[in-house]
């Protein structure tokens, strides 16, 4: 997973867009359900979170707010119109090769924030109005898109493949519809039982794939027999507690294994920055039939500190786009 994935994961955070709620299609909002069985399958990695949630937990806000002060997070919302911290649901995964794409759910006028993204573009080459309102062009380095998928549901997606775009939308049609989505299996197909599970949690990691590893390596045999994986996140007033579900067969001997893996990761420049030096005495490690689990907790005040360190200019780059 390369570092712009904790862009992707701030961004989550950005896209709730302020404005008036509206009539009409309301009920579109209820029929679309959940985001996440909206993706097509494909993404080796795909993030979901609720922002307004996890913004009243101080672990959390704290996080967001040595990232953005409020004078950016002001500009930003006077730029675009976007209120953050406001989303509701949001889900993101990174496209190969270099794209991205952001589902998002508030109380805002998704048609509305569509034209204005629209408006914004440099070189516009879709406008359309039917059966959902879309905008798509050129704009700095990449090619976006912005759609409207129900009054209160806005998609935002940089460098997307257009085929994988029209079977989300196709999947989408079919919800509203009423339709099954068995001729276009999606994410929640491939992992349904581990994001069962996981799906009510504030925020959650899925590999919904076997993790690509360099071969040869301890790691990868290892992991050889991996399935898939949950990363769960829920904030408190000063930690962060972290849960690894990783599904799969693991050899004889995976408990000392993952905590030798721990100890390496803990020890490293970035796990030394990110205050993952006491990750390993103070975790918990279960192997059983159906994979492993490892829990840990990690304190906010570190985090933020690693984080603001590292990432800071990451993230200013995406607030100013």
Known sequence: MRWQWFG??????????????????????QRLGPLLPLLPSGPSWVIQAHPRALAEQQATLSLWRALVPEDRERAFQERTGVAPLQVDEAVG?????????????????????????????????VRSDEPLKRREGLAGQGRYAYAALSPHVLLVAKDAPPDWLAKLFARRAATLEGRPNAQMPGLVDDVGPLLAEHAAEPLLLVAPQPLKL??????????????ALALTVRPTHET??????????????????LRTLARSLSSTQLGRALGFLRVPETMA?????????????????????????????DLRTILGN
């Open 8 to 29: 992707v994961a701030c961004a989550l955070i950005v896209v709730a867009c302020g404005g008036a709620q509206r009539g009409g299609r309301a009920d579109e909002d």
């Open 93 to 125: 995964c990174e496209l190969p090769p270099h794209g991205w794409l952001i589902l998002a759910r508030g109380a805002f006028d998704a048609d509305q924030v569509v034209e204005r993204a629209g408006e914004r573009l440099a070189v516009p080459d």
């Open 214 to 227: 360099e071969p040869g390596t301890g790691v990868s045999l290892l992991f050889a027999r991996e399935r």
């Open 240 to 257: 962060l507690a972290v849960a690894i579900d990783m599904r799969g067969e693991f050899p004889p001997g995976a408990e000392n294994n």
């Open 285 to 313: 490690v279960r192997v059983d039939d159906q994979g492993a689990t490892v829990t840990f907790a990690l304190l906010a005040r570190e985090l933020v500190a690693g984080v603001r360190m590292m990432f800071f200019d």
